[in-house]
């Protein structure tokens, strides 16, 4: 038998498994980042920094009492790693067997690097790192040609690959830059390092994504994950056969979910609470389930040429009342304590903005507090007539 929501339902469910708004938390705050960590499955890492970076950004949105320190400290107390989810992540260290797969994958060959394979070059720079401690990119001097698209130094390409590989660990950086040694001197004593065989891996995939998403499609699970979803797809069917998993009709697709995860909806969302996202927060990184689910058609714009942007750069998802009802483009100027709102564009469902707007603009002032702003100038909104409105709410909004 297979159960129905409404996309309502299903938009709830997906909120509500995903924690946000986030609810009222007691206990300690890096216990709740850990937390969140742990229940997302990953958090993405990117470098781009007009405002806080992906990964503070997407651990703040669940945890209000966050600090950019307490990623540091997770680290450094080993309960947090960074490796590869479907792009570069934070991880917890409980789930760091179903890291090996792919290490193995790139170390057999089974999974093609990016980078072209050098083994003299592996080898000199595992034997330094070894010999001499931890090491940045930096510390291997280089003045030949650099090759490839980003004029790559070699002995970055091995670094790289050797991270990869799983022969070497980032256990900190240094102004965001990696520092690099070997796995066996990071790894925390009595971690399971046992090779997942392929079933535990793809019931780990399930269940890590279900977990922290509430409902899913195979193609979802496996998401540029590859050669996995023929073993997915099958592993799924076997969860249904035997009750684990319930298969749900949403708006015409049949989704993945766990039965103790419907419990969810009779809980209430807070929906009155208005979420400033990051472009690769966990809600929004698959653009085709946030358009079939949410009806939110989204792209970050900072790829496109600038003739070609509609709503800018950097343009940040926003969430109220269960809905993604607008985009904000976005940018700090740091020696000016200054937030930038280039571009505020309501989504055509938006008809009314005085509830609204007040709500945007209790975030906002936790969210200039978030970027080490005191300043807040707003350039234009889409709808333009919006813009009085919102100028004259945010005019006083200095902290």
């Keep these: 038998m297979k159960e129905s929501l409404s996309i309502q339902q299903a938009r709830k469910l997906v909120l509500l498994s995903q924690r946000l708004p986030p609810r009222n938390q007691s206990g300690r705050a890096i216990e709740a980042t850990l937390s969140a960590i742990e229940h997302l499955g990953y958090i993405q890492i990117d470098t781009i920094s007009v405002v806080q970076r992906a990964h503070h950004?997407?651990?703040?949105?669940r945890n209000p009492r966050y600090k950019a320190s307490q990623l540091d400290q997770l680290l450094s107390d080993k309960q947090v790693f960074e490796y590869w989810s479907h792009a570069a992540a934070y991880l917890p260290f409980r789930d760091y067997r179903f890291s090996l797969p792919r290490k193995y994958a790139f170390a057999s060959g089974d999974q093609r690097h990016w980078y072209q394979r050098d083994e003299q070059m592996l080898k000199w720079v595992l034997k330094r790192i070894a010999t001499e401690g931890p090491l940045m990119?930096?510390?291997?001097?280089?003045?030949?040609?650099?090759?490839g698209a980003w004029k790559t130094k070699p002995a970055k390409r091995a670094l790289e690959y050797l991270f990869m590989q799983g022969d070497?660990?980032?256990?900190?950086?240094?102004?965001?830059?990696?520092?690099?040694?070997?796995?066996?001197?990071?790894?925390?004593?009595?971690?399971?390092t046992t090779l997942p065989t392929p079933e535990e891996y793809a019931r780990f995939l399930i269940t890590r994504y279900l977990r922290g998403n509430g409902l899913g499609l195979s193609a979802e699970i496996t998401y540029l994950l590859k050669g996995i979803k023929p073993?997915?797809?099958?592993?799924?069917?076997?969860?249904?056969?035997?009750?684990?998993?319930l298969q749900i009709r949403v708006a015409g697709r049949l989704y993945y979910a766990f039965p103790t995860s419907l419990e969810l909806l009779s809980k209430?969302?807070?929906?009155?609470?208005?979420?400033?996202?990051?472009?690769?927060?966990?809600?929004v990184i698959q653009r085709k389930r946030i358009k079939a689910l949410f009806d939110f058609d989204y792209l970050i714009e900072c790829y496109v040429p600038e003739a070609k942007r509609r709503y800018g750069y950097?343009?940040?998802?926003?969430?109220?009342?269960?809905?993604?009802v607008a985009r904000m483009d976005?940018?700090?100027?740091?020696?000016?304590?200054?937030?930038h709102i280039y571009h505020l564009a309501l989504e055509p469902t938006v008809l009314k903005t005085e509830v609204l707007f007040p709500a945007l603009r209790k975030e906002l002032e936790s969210f200039l507090q978030f970027n080490h702003c005191d300043q807040l100038r707003l350039h234009r909104t889409s709808p333009a007539q919006a813009k009085p409105e919102l100028q004259t709410l945010i005019n006083d909004l200095t902290i």
Excluded at 268 to 283: G, Q, T, V
Excluded at 314 to 324: H, N, R
């Design 231 to 245: 073993l997915v797809d099958k592993t799924l069917e076997d969860m249904v056969s035997t009750g684990e998993l």
């Design 314 to 324: 950097f343009s940040l998802p926003i969430l109220w009342d269960g809905k993604l």
């Design 168 to 192: 070497l660990m980032v256990p900190y950086r240094i102004n965001f830059h990696k520092v690099y040694d070997l796995t066996e001197r990071v790894l925390p004593e009595g971690t399971d």
């Design 137 to 147: 990119a930096k510390d291997f001097e280089h003045s030949g040609t650099r090759i």
């Design 330 to 339: 976005c940018r700090t100027e740091r020696a000016e304590s200054l937030l």
């Design 57 to 61: 950004h997407t651990l703040w949105n």
């Design 268 to 283: 209430s969302l807070a929906r009155s609470k208005l979420k400033i996202l990051s472009p690769f927060d966990n809600l």
